[in-house]
């Protein structure tokens, strides 16, 4: 699939497919992230699940039945749907192990796909698991109650089964982190809320994503993009129906990059293996190989030389926080294609003292201050956490402002997640940010470059 190793007769090769444009096209927001579970976690735990949080989780749940005498140590039962023909209520005794018995913390995780997550790359994930650790991934990198949890058998509101209707690619402003269970997730204390279990479970599941009751915005937004699957079960038919629910009927963006475990010894995968090359369908052998190679290719890939020979002064500083670097990169290019000049803090990839003394003179050396206020924003004010955006960048545009009201304007932008009606943005923010801001909730990118430009012009 990516490249060939000595030895290596299990890589699907196809001209098409370039390290280079695929790494290009991931930090442009072109991929989401599919998490399986075969992936999820590390593969020492001193258990025979070898990684997979499924079958860590059926491990757990079959070693309680046996300590309650309700299966003998020596049964046979290696999956959740031969327990179910032998317990009663199979999703309770679950959601019990999970509230419970079950400790699960970013420790067990998969360190390579903990890193791949930190990039920031990845803001819509799904997962095919029904267990917390993929919400433990996610809060990870982008903190607790900061993600928002989607649900195909949500019963509770309509922003927990489908995306608002104005998501679209025109729109620059970035969805709030968002890990959407495709399967359905167990909580441990609603057991209204159905996860597929069985096979009858999958069934039923299955037919809400094809029918007319689907989460629609959802939908429409995934077959926008490509899909990168990692651990999945591909070889489960119900994740291999929904894959070609997703992709089967748009043959121009229907190959991805899937990372699946194969054995070529074995009838089933080689049958598998026809599937994928008939589907076009790339694919690598082993899926934690597949995130080492990606990691080493986002580290050569230098996005910084790319800002740094775009970046001029006279036009526009734009600051942030960190952890919104991928939106603030495609707004920068964004207002670059548009002809406007742009520059910002780039220190998370080019750090130092002497960086940092810049950055005072950039703001003075701009025409319009654009701070991104975002989710982090509210909460590094919230909890009164010391940042280099706001305490640096806000404190030289204030000072900037006090000594020439008219030198420099200012433009906050406004991300989802960022609540203007909060106290922290009447008392925190500093004066000169305390205008009428621009939502990029409500308006794009290029209502954004016309307001811009009107400011310029105003010189």
């Known amino acids: 699939m990516i490249k060939r190793k000595p030895g290596d007769m299990n890589l699907q090769q196809d001209v098409r497919f370039n390290w280079d444009t695929f790494i290009h096209n991931v930090t442009n927001g072109k991929y989401i992230l599919l998490l399986g579970s075969e992936v999820m976690l590390k593969k020492d735990l001193g258990d025979d699940s070898c990684g997979d949080s499924h079958k860590a989780m059926f491990n757990a749940v079959r ?75 996610m809060e990870s990198v982008w903190g607790k109650g900061n993600v928002r949890v989607m649900n195909i058998n949500s019963l509770r509101s309509n922003d927990e089964f489908d995306f608002p209707a104005y998501i679209n690619d025109d729109t620059v402003a970035p969805l709030p982190p968002t890990l959407y269970y495709i399967f359905g997730k167990a909580f441990p204390k609603d057991d209204r809320i159905p996860f597929v279990v069985t096979d009858n479970d999958a069934i039923v599941t299955l037919t809400k994503w094809m029918g007319n009751s689907a989460p629609g915005n ?28 997703l992709r089967g009927e748009m043959p121009k963006i229907s190959w991805g990059e899937v990372a699946v475990s194969l054995d070529m010894d074995v009838e089933s995968d080689r049958k ?11 694919f690598q052998h082993d899926a934690r190989t597949f995130i080492a190679d990606m990691l080493e290719h986002l580290r050569d890939y230098r996005i910084a030389d790319r800002i740094l020979d775009s970046r001029s002064y006279d036009g526009v500083f734009i600051s942030y926080a960190h952890e919104d670097f991928q939106f603030v990169s495609r707004l920068f290019f964004s207002l670059r294609e548009r002809g406007i000049s742009a520059w910002f803090d780039e220190r998370n990839l080019l750090g130092g003292d002497s960086y940092d003394r810049a950055i005072p003179d950039a703001i003075c050396r701009s025409r319009i201050f654009l701070p991104v206020l975002s989710a982090q924003c509210q909460a590094d004010m919230t909890n009164g956490i010391t940042r280099f955006y706001k305490d640096t960048e806000w404190a030289a545009a204030q000072t900037q402002c006090n ?57």
């Open 63 to 137: 070693s309680v039945l046996v300590e309650d005498n309700v299966l003998a140590p020596n049964n046979t039962a290696d999956n959740f749907t031969d327990l179910s023909d032998r317990i009663n209520n199979l999703p309770a005794l679950i959601r019990k192990v999970i509230d419970s018995d079950y400790e699960f913390t970013i420790d067990d995780l998969e360190p390579g796909l903990v890193e791949l997550m930190k990039s920031g790359l990845f803001r819509v994930v799904l997962t095919t698991t029904f267990d917390p650790y993929a919400l433990e991934l």
């Open 403 to 459: 000594i020439n009201p008219n030198g420099l304007k200012v433009l906050p932008v406004r991300l989802p997640g960022y609540d203007t009606r909060s106290q922290v943005n009447a008392d925190m923010l500093p004066p000169c940010m305390r205008v009428t801001l621009f939502d990029l909730e409500q308006k794009n990118v290029n209502e954004l470059a016309r307001r811009i430009k009107e400011l310029l012009n105003s010189f």
């Open 218 to 245: 959802f939908l429409e937004y995934i077959r926008s993009k490509r899909i990168i699957a990692l651990g999945c079960k591909f070889d489960d038919w119900f994740f291999r129906f929904f894959w070609y629910m």
């Open 272 to 282: 598998l293996k026809k599937y994928l090359d008939h589907e076009k369908i790339f």
